[in-house]
């Protein structure tokens, strides 16, 4: 089975809704019809998406559009949070959960993974789910069962076509933003681990079409290490997001 690749952009907290828009007419001016047999996925701060889908709209672009986060409710006395059929509404197709700064500053567990992702299925989005070790498990020789663990809560109760619908991203905490990266034969590794254990769980047509990205600081400079890698389907980006060249030229780099 061949899997689309994937390069989505995870803007984090950057850009003001101008940047935002001069960001994504930059990509969107960029592409070319090369790029149609990758993926490509902008995931601007809440407040930039709707001008970000005004102008992929405009552009009658390929590009997809992506949130960073979700609350699982549909509405109601939830101050400050967003409901999966208001991303809809603005034209996401893509919702990055579980990303480590969540975990890490808002306090995100496996169990509230669990419920964006089912929560966002319900409404028609994919979730990029994000799972990764820190530096003190990697060094203790744990970070396969640590990521197969995060794996495993945040997929329960899917169905098998979700499973396979899935996108989930590897990104090793230590690599995030330092401008370290893993090899790719240990991102491999544990990109292998997820596709094995979705398959495990929902079977083996889930496991090939499920696609699996790195993610830690992957840059125009590094990415041709990852894409000869089997397991490994694109790739979440943080940093090289910001710069429509590199974005573009990530991409490219997995024709
Ligand atoms: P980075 O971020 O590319 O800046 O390391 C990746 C991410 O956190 O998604």
């Given at each position: 089975m061949?899997?689309?690749?994937?390069i989505a952009g995870n803007w984090k907290m950057n850009k003001t809704t101008a940047e935002a828009v001069t960001l994504s007419q930059d990509i969107s001016y960029g592409y070319d019809s090369s790029l149609d047999d990758v993926e490509l996925v902008?995931?601007?701060?809440?407040?930039?998406?709707?001008?970000?889908?005004?102008?992929?709209?405009?552009?009658?672009?390929r590009i997809a559009l992506g949130a960073q986060d979700v609350y699982w409710q549909k509405s109601g006395a939830f101050t400050g949070a967003i409901s999966p059929g208001m991303l809809k509404e603005v034209g996401c197709s893509y919702c990055i959960v579980?990303?480590?700064?969540?975990?890490?500053h808002?306090?995100?567990?496996?169990?509230?993974?669990?419920?964006?992702?089912?929560?966002?299925?319900?409404?028609?989005?994919?979730?990029?789910?994000?799972?990764?070790?820190?530096l003190p498990t990697r060094e203790a020789g744990e970070a396969l069962p640590f990521v197969i663990s995060q794996i495993k809560a945040a997929l329960e109760g899917l169905?098998?076509?979700?499973?396979?619908?899935l996108v989930i991203a590897y990104e090793p905490i230590w690599a995030i933003g330092t401008g370290r990266t893993a090899t790719p034969e240990a991102a491999d590794e544990v990109c292998a681990a997820i596709r094995q254990t979705v398959g495990e769980l929902f079977g083996g047509s889930a496991a090939s079409s499920?696609?699996?990205?790195?993610?830690?600081?992957?840059?125009?400079?590094?990415?041709?290490?990852?894409?000869?890698?089997?397991?490994?389907?694109?790739?979440?980006?943080?940093?090289?997001?910001?710069?429509a060249r590199s974005f573009i030229d990530l991409a490219k780099a997995f024709i």
């Open positions: 061949t899997r689309k690749p994937m902008l995931c601007p701060p809440f407040v930039d998406l709707k001008s970000v889908s005004t102008v992929l709209g405009f552009d009658k672009s579980g990303h480590s700064e969540r975990r890490e808002f306090f995100e567990s496996n169990e509230a993974v669990n419920l964006k992702v089912h929560a966002l299925f319900e409404e028609g989005i994919i979730p990029i789910v994000c799972c990764g070790e820190d169905s098998v076509k979700q499973a396979g619908d499920l696609r699996v990205l790195y993610g830690g600081s992957m840059k125009p400079e590094n990415v041709s290490f990852f894409v000869p890698m089997p397991n490994i389907d694109g790739g979440l980006i943080g940093g090289a997001a910001l710069d």
